[in-house]
Every structure is written in C-alpha cells, then in structure tokens.
C-alpha cells in the first residue's frame, strides 16, 4: 500500500502594509520602506503592500489578512481628524493614506486581526480609536526634542536616544521580558491624549507615551513611537517584537484560514 503524501507546509500569514503616496517626478507612486517588509520576512510573514482603499473594499481586504503592519512615515496623520488646524504647513501630510487606515483600524482590531504600528502608524492608531496628538513635542512644556538628528547617516539617525520605561503586567513587558531598554527617536509628534480603552505600556523618561495597546481587543496588537525595524535582525529587542507579531499572526491564520483541498 502506497504511503499517503505528506502535507504541504501551511503558507506563511499574509501581512498588510498601508503604502504611503509619494510624488516622484511628475507621477504619483504608491511606496513602502524596504526596512518594514525585511522585518515581517523576520516575522516569518508575507509582506503585502496596500495602495489605497476605497471604502467598499475594505471588509474584503481584511478577509485576505492575517495581520497589519502600519509603518512609519516622513508624512504626519492629518490633524483635521482630532480637531484641529495645521500646525506647520511645511511638514508633509497624506490624506490619501489617511483616508483608508483610519477607518481600517478599528476593524482589524475588532475582528482580532494581529495589528502592529510603528510611528506614524502608532499616531494613526491612536487617532483613529479617539485620540489626539501634539503637533510639535519639542515645543511642549517639559518635553524633549524627539525629533533626532536629522542631517546625519542613517545610522547616527537610528542610533539609540533615550530609554523606554515599560509599565508592569502588559503586554509589551510579556514580549520583551524586561522593564526598560533603550530605543531610537525620530518623531516630531506625539500621544497628546490616548484613545479611549487603549492602555500604555510604555513611556520616554519625560513621560511621553512610547507604547500601547488597546488591551480589550480579541487580538494581539501592539502600537509603538520607536523604530524597532531598523536593523531588526540585530536587535534583541526588535527580534523578540517581530518573533512576537509572527506568532500571533500564524495562530490568526490556523485559526481563521481552511486548509487548501487541492493539497
């Protein structure tokens, strides 16, 4: 009697990553950092980059995703959407993004989809569940310039700056395994007043808010101000992070995805 053929491995979760909208030349271009898809291939993912949305879509994209990664970006979350008017005109927005990833947030978290912001996309998500930012930290009444340094190499701009204070018994201490470490900076806004039902995990020690999650969600998520894929491989901390999203978003898709018959 003939041996049964083995399974075939179960493919990797799929990992939506919002692109931003960047003029090159005369033409519009969907783009997203090389650094955010090397660190979801570290999960053990399949990173997916997402132009924009159009509303209708949006339930039928989550239906494909296994996870969110929201990236950074030079580009700030427009702050008409936490009531407010432009600060500094010549700092760049992206409304296009904006238009889809706010509403598509609180989906993805209501459905337990595996979601993990990183700067911008930390801003996005407090925004977009209630909250509110500051446009400019570094003009904010005991708060250090967050911004970095600016003319140097990507190196010295990603470098460590300061240390995070983890807060006890949530989940970014349960990922890391340790109350304080040390990260780079490289953001001019910041969590002026958190979303309803989201939680910190963490802060800078002149008590910005550094990380968060809304800890009532069915799902892992995990919403950070630092840039944890810079070198992520590298980076104990980075690894334990991305290790962490991968988990969570291979038992998403065990959990939620049929096995293929043709296999």
Known sequence: MSALPASAPARKPAVLVPACNRMVGEHPFHIAGKKYIDA???AGCLPLIVPFVQSDELDELLDHADGVLLTGSPSNVHPSHFGEDVYDPSLPLDQDRDAWTLPMIPRALARGIPL???????????????GSLYQAVQEVPGQRDHRGITDKTP????????????????TLEAVVGTREFQVNTAHGQGVKQLAPGLRVEARAPDGLVEAFSMANAPGFNLCVQWHPEWKAASNPISVRLFTAFGDACRAYRDRHRQPDPDR
């Open 40 to 42: 979801i291939r570290l």
């Open 155 to 170: 190196e010295e701009q990603y470098d460590f700056a300061h240390e995070v204070l983890v807060e006890a018994g949530g």
């Open 116 to 130: 993990f912001a990183i700067c911008r996309g930390f801003q996005e998500a407090n925004v977009a569940l209630g």
